[in-house]
């Protein structure tokens, strides 16, 4: 089972998604769904994927379920609820409960967008996530260099909770990287309950000046920080768009990956989010 771990649907005629204002933005501000990307998926020999959330709305989680739920090659949904709700546990069981219910697999904030960079250690947040853990479900961060303390501090918090890093923390490809997210990306990989996905890479980078070469050394950096068996493969379609085709982010990563070994790529593709999301499909 080949895993495409992190992938978007949305649709701007329909609701509001605040981080796609930017004019920069306007190639990928249209609807985007199921059937745009069934072929894409097929064509690039993806057998599944997960939906990440894109918005903070629990109306965007319950229609990403019902989609999933429509769709088998969707196994699993990383969606939105309100960690700072103290009746979080009854909504979480609620959405288990409705059609697709059974693919929610990790609930996702997004911290990077925060003012306070240490949003996740906030009391109220804290019973969130033990409410997300106590249900059998995986956390997501999306954060930046900025928040990976807060991170590396929730993640030590919750040392039996599973937590995947989304897009290695956004590192800064276009300018030549720092010490500061290299050194911080360590500390976290040390947390052995975290996963980190190599999605959202060519995006950080210079979109109409990358290549394989230019992604590997930060690929590289997460892997000996993570290990193999916790690395794992995302597209970030359709925000990958803004630099690459979903063929050519694929086989770059592809690349990657196999220049790190077999072994290495294989488990990335699929095995190693089966494992973080604890998916119900054959390895």
């Given amino acids: 089972m080949i895993i495409d771990a992190h992938q978007h649907f949305w649709d701007p005629a329909r609701a509001d998604y605040p981080w ?5 933005l306007t190639p990928i501000r249209r609807a985007f769904g199921p059937d745009d990307l069934a072929p894409l998926l097929k064509a690039n020999g993806i057998d599944a994927s997960i939906v990440v959330q894109c918005r903070s709305a ?8 019902r989609i999933a739920h429509e769709n088998p090659f969707v196994v699993g949904v990383v969606g939105w609820a309100d960690l700072t709700d103290g009746s979080l546990g009854d909504t979480l069981d609620r959405l288990r409960a409705s059609p697709g219910g059974s693919k929610l697999v990790g609930i996702r904030h997004q911290v990077h967008d925060e003012a306070d960079p240490d949003w996740l250690l906030r009391e109220d ?3 969130g996530l033990a409410a997300v853990f106590a249900r059998g479900l995986a956390y997501d961060f999306l954060v930046r260099a900025r928040e990976l303390p807060a991170a590396i501090a929730t993640a030590q918090a919750f040392p039996q909770a599973r937590f995947v890093l989304d897009h290695a923390a956004k590192p800064p490809i276009a ?9 911080l990306i360590k500390a976290l990989g040390a947390c052995g309950n975290v996963w980190c996905k190599i999605s959202g890479l060519a ?3 210079v979109w109409n000046d990358w290549d394989a070469d230019r992604l590997f050394p930060f690929v590289a950096h997460a892997a000996k920080c993570f290990g193999e068996d916790r690395l794992i493969f995302g597209s970030d379609w359709p925000v990958c768009l803004l630099a690459g085709s979903y063929g050519e982010i694929k086989s770059a990563l592809e690349a ?4 790190l070994g077999p072994r290495v790529r294989d ?3 699929g095995v190693n989010a089966a494992a973080a999301y604890r998916l119900a499909v054959a390895s």
């Fill in 20 to 24: 796609m204002a930017a004019d920069e």
């Fill in 58 to 65: 629990l109306e965007e989680t319950e229609e990403f379920l």
């Fill in 125 to 127: 947040v804290r019973r």
């Fill in 175 to 183: 300018d030549v990287g720092s010490t500061e997210w290299a050194d």
């Fill in 203 to 205: 995006t950080e980078a």
């Fill in 256 to 259: 990657c990956l196999a220049r």
């Fill in 267 to 269: 488990k990335a593709f």
